[in-house]
């Protein structure tokens, strides 16, 4: 059976950090954004694994992903 996972990238300093919406504790980095790819997918497998071996249910999968525009006053700040 296929699942699909919702992945989020976040660019840090020294790389990125890739990390899954709907699994949170299955997070990696990476020197570049392909290499932060394939260290994750190895991490959601491993998970996986580490699952079944529990006899954990899997996290459903999914997840809406949007971005929620704001607008920032940064001239002045709140007295």
């Known amino acids: 059976m296929l699942y699909s996972y919702t992945a989020k990238y976040t660019r840090l300093q020294k790389g990125y ?3 899954l919406v709907e699994w949170p504790e299955v997070v990696t980095e990476g020197a570049d954004l392909d290499e932060c790819r394939a260290l994750l997918r190895d991490a959601l497998r491993e998970m996986v694994l ?3 071996d529990l ?5 459903p999968q999914g997840a809406l992903i949007e971005q929620l525009p704001v607008e920032v006053d940064l001239v002045s700040e709140p007295t």
């Open 55 to 59: 006899g954990k249910e899997l996290p």
């Open 50 to 52: 580490a699952y079944r």
């Open 17 to 19: 950090m890739g990390q």
